[in-house]
């Protein structure tokens, strides 16, 4: 490079330059708008500003002469700089000049971000920043110069900070933090660069640090501005606060990313108004555009072409959901709808938290920094998008609805009619061929009017006259004109989409008739070939064909290899055709078959993940295809994982069919995926309904199973009245029909939810007849785990002697059966006892003992009970970091396996070590985030915590507000019977 402005001036390569004060501030010009010519006039004002002398234009000819003599001194063609009557400037090669070598190089690194290549990025990006030697143009005073300059660090500025983000996404916080440490430093009101260093640190576990980065950046804007730190900044701190970044800061981004938009046609046809309209209101800003329109009229299409066009701005993230507002499932809530797309992220599923605050600020965590592109496909209403909606102005978002949206905040309507006759035409002109349509004119015509000049009609329409060419267009419209409309219901006028579906169906075969009636039963977005095989009692080979005809006839979309759906209405259509008279049986026979084929498959999968409860997986009756089961169950946990969302909608078809017996058993085979999926929702729907089927059999024994596996949700949510309440019912069944081991299990169940609810007398009276029953049954597994919940249970009781006796018990019941979970559930009660004890030496070596154990055998929530207890220790050692950062490892472990009142304790945790580091006002924010959780639970203790935390926080400046939240804590510690009380009435008598 001959020339260089990124840094001091040089010229001719190496370290030269010019000397010349004004010919340093000509040459900068002309460098900064290199290929172009600059003004006089321009030049003028640079070297001279306000007061030029007469002789200015004449001394920066002199100038130029000068400067033209130094190029020869330095082997440069002095005609690089050229003479115009309109000014002066350079003329020099793609590579003369730094700065031309750094913009192409930006461009490069944002291309291989585009196209997901971030270890190449990294290198463009590097080589680029490289290029830089200190401030653009440094030592020139000049103010043209220097606002030229200032645009050239920002851009510096901006691609560091994007080199950044991939090198935080391709894992290497580590080497980042000294480099962005540097940076912050010496930008401090940059608040990206912040939030950069903050994940960064939090990325390596040094939390601790990163509130400290936010601290100091928070008292920088006070002091500094006057103002609060930026909304996404702030949801950062509240992300590592809180311990949430844990979950993700691990584990890198997706290097590659997100790419989950439908594929665009290519015909496109129509619309071009409306989507240079709709990309320009995106250019100039507008991030939020809401398409409305009738069903059928291209509302997805349009989306899909505007995000496909502006792919490239986003390169971060491109994502695609369909809401389900108008179909035939019940449309996602957000709570579901976020973790779709945390899942496109990348994000396992038993890291996506169970609560939809939690899901939410996780989702918005992952999009903080992300140039994301989002498809919001067919929202229902304006609420189950807006919680969906991310910060920021990064990120642009498209939603298509059949509703207009009337309620979300920055967006911009676009509600979308039918083709006009012209557009309708084209369309069909390229369906069927543009020949075509120009010989027949008024023909083609009659064909996209009586398909109502909706997209999807002229579409599936036309494919019939494109496969028979000696059709005539005529022949097409005579058909539409004379057959009978199958879709009363989406007629407008004269205009019908069942016309065009009808000629459809009608021409393909009889058996692939019959198998497409058949898939309008199926509730799902998308199914396989062995539901496809299920339906039509075929084999699979010759399902697999007709599923080909119907694609090839429009009737059935191939989503993705192996993988098809129907359009919604053309299900519509399938099932006003399966739903006729004359169809009853064939009707009747293929949702059993449906459901019989889910039910078996689940089933056999449950039994191979429920180890200690698949006895209560019944079923009585031989699978309808046997063949198909083996095959589909082979797959495992991932069939599961794709069909979770299929089960709510097979429960309620079951219900509403009377297939009361798959009701019942399809909620139980689905429930250990939906518990440890974090489904919580749907698992109490399915089983709501599996209930009430039990219950009109008059299944005792069924009616008492769902009960106890619906109070497992409720459990899990923090319910524990309404899981307690179930659980009571299920008991008393089981009892009366004398089935003892299912009497056992309840029993032990009640008495966990009753000790987490602090009634502890009825916890013990369970755990004593169930002890009593698995001792009379030999069953020394069984007696293990009922010692394992007294234990527990006497340590919140503060009873820490009888604690120490039954956990001892406990060990020994485990060893002999030699159950290594068992084990470790005994060493850490031991160790937890023995702390309470004051015996901090022994009880030290247990935990940590028992956390190897846990982390050995996967015991997830085991390992945050025992992080805990160390933290604990931590803190009372006067180590509060080191104990911070076991309870968010602890907060991490309890989050995956779901379980809010943990959560909250944890959380309670975290804060009381973050109040003993000096953090007061960080403390105080988490206390009031747990009493808030607590508030929505029935969580007590937690909640009394929480509120003995607060006046902590306080009692130094506000004693009154203190001794009010004190009262409060310790009226909950007495009403549960927790030794807690205690140090709540020292710290009330401390306050005088």
Known sequence: MRFGILGPLRVGGGESTVTAGRDRIVLAMLLLRAGRLVPVDELVDAVWEERPPVTARAQLQTCVSRLRRRFTELGLVPETIVTDPAGYGVRIAPTDLDAQVFARGLDAARAAVAAGRLVDARTEFRAALSLWRGSALSGIPSSSVRRRAQALDEQRLTALEECVDVELRLGQATELIEELTESVDRHPLRERLRGQLMLALSS????????????????????????????????????????????????????????????????????????????????????????????????????????????????????????HGHSERTPLTPTAAVATLLRQFGVPAERVPTSQ??????????????????????????????????????????????????????????????????????????????????????????VVRRCGHLPLAIRLAGARLAHRPHWRIADLAERLVSRRDPLAEFEAGDRSVGRAFALSYAQVSTPAQRAFRLLGLHPGVRFDNSVAAVLAELPLTDVQDLLDELVDAHLVEEAELGRYRLHDLVREYARTLVAEPERAVERRDGIERLLDHHMHVATAIARTRELSSAHSLIVVTAPIRADLVTIVAEQGRAWLDENLALWTALVRLAETEGFLSYCWHLARACWHAQFEGGRLDELIETHSAGLRAAEELGDDRAVATMLNYLASAHYRLGDFPESIRLMERALEIFRQLGLRREFRNTLGNLGTSYAVNFQFRRARECYDAARELAARMRDKGALANELNNLTMTLLLWGRPDEALRTARRHLGIAREVGDLRRIGNALGHLGMIRHRMGDVGPASRLLRVALRVKRQVGARFGEGEVLNEIGMMEREAGHPERAADLHRAALVAMTEVGDRAAQCGSRNLLARAILDQGDTTSALDLYRRVLADTTRLSTRYERARALEGIARCLGPTDPVVARAHLEQALALFRQIESPDQHEAERLLAELG
């Open 357 to 446: 605050d939690d899901r939410l600020a996780l989702w918005r965590s992952e999009l903080a920094g992300r140039r994301a592109l989002l498809l919001l496909d067919n929202a229902a209403t304006a609420d189950q998008v807006i919680p969906l909606l991310p910060n920021g102005s990064q990120c642009l978002i498209l939603i298509t609805s059949r509703r207009r949206l009337v309620g979300v905040d920055e967006g911009r309507p676009s509600s979308l009619p039918v083709l006009d006759t012209d557009e309708a035409v084209e369309l069909l002109g390229h369906v069927v061929g543009v020949d075509r349509v120009a010989a027949e004119p008024e023909a083609a015509t009659e």
């Open 204 to 323: 390596v576990g040094r939390q601790a640090d990163a509130l400290a980065v936010y601290r100091e950046g928070r008292r920088f804007y006070a002091d500094e501005l006057g103002i609060e730190p930026g909304v996404e900044l702030q949801e950062l701190h509240q992300r590592v606060l809180a311990g949430d970044l844990a979950l993700t800061g691990r584990e890198t981004r997706s290097v590659t990313p997100v790419r989950s938009l439908p594929r665009a046609i290519g015909d496109f046809t129509g619309r071009q108004q409306t989507l240079a309209r709709l990309i320009k209101d995106v250019e100039a800003g507008s991030r939020i555009q809401l398409i409305d329109g009738m069903a059928g009229s291209g509302k997805t299409t349009l989306a899909v072409h505007i995000a496909t066009a502006l792919a490239g701005d986003y390169p971060d993230a491109q994502l695609y959901i369909d809401l």
